[in-house]
């Protein structure tokens, strides 16, 4: 807390000019005499806090801001993932009935770097809105409602798909061309694991066209290239555009879940400059 001064001049010898100083407003028991050097110096220290608690107030004002800014461009995308934008009638009506089989679009499951988004949503293409279930015998009832009430149609996916759904990994070692698996790049929780990769598991990343059509060629397995192009072993090539409803979403989830990690961040540091300025 700073205190103001009342500084008034007293009777003293010619050679030394004294002040009394009392709290503003308070009593005070005794006087407190100052020179005119002293007066000085403690005006100059004044003129510093001020500046001081003015520099504070600026950091926290921006601070706030910032958070503030940050936050609400948050709220927005989520709110865009909440309305199910892209996504199929039937799709939306099966994830409405909030059932407790039901557990979300498998894009809300699984998120990419960002030099890889075309990529995966190239590769996954509508299964990102796929609806991940826990029970595939109460989702095929729910589906059945649906085709009775004529709300639509939307395929569902085991969050725990079965054992022959998992493919074996082709090794990339020494591959030209070949970044890695897709899956080394993209985000997944533990208990998505199996279906991450019964998804997700056996394709490649490549550089380029040359790339994966030599490793689909020589391996036998899928490959992406980093700007979307997808060759299976089966000779079936995927390409061009299209893709960029695929791309938002993934583009969506990751930038709200890092702005959420950087609003904790910014709040902290609210807090900090809140009490360094109080």
Known sequence: TIYSFVLTEKAAPPDLKVYVASDEGRPTVAPRLYTAAQVEALEARLAELKHEVVASERALD???????????????????????????????????????AVLGLFADRIEAQHEVTTALASWLGQRLHDVVVSDPERAVE??????????????????????????????????????????????????????????VG?????????????FVASHGAAAVTVCGAVFTP?????????????????????????????????????????????
Request: net charge negative.
């Open 142 to 199: 729910l589906l059945d409602r649906m085709r009775e009430e004529k709300k639509g149609r939307a395929t569902v996916v085991p969050q725990t798909p079965p054992a022959s759904a998992q493919a074996a990994l082709v090794s990339v070692e020494g591959a030209p061309g070949i970044r890695g698996h897709l899956i080394d790049f993209v985000r997944y929780s533990a208990e998505d694991e199996a279906l991450v990769r019964s998804v």
């Open 62 to 100: 921006e601070a706030k801001h910032e958070a503030q800014r940050k936050r609400s461009r948050m709220q927005a995308l989520l709110e865009v993932q909440a309305r199910l934008e892209g996504v199929g009638a039937g799709t939306r009506a099966l994830v409405a009935t909030k059932d407790p």
């Open 234 to 278: 089966d000779g079936r090539i995927s390409g061009g555009t299209g893709e960029d409803v695929a791309a938002h979403m993934l583009d969506t989830k990751r930038e709200a879940r890092e702005l959420g990690d950087e609003v904790v961040v910014l709040d902290a540091a609210v807090t900090e400059k809140l009490h360094t300025h109080q």
């Open 202 to 214: 056996a394709v490649v990343l490549a550089d380029d066209v040359a790339s994966a059509r030599a």
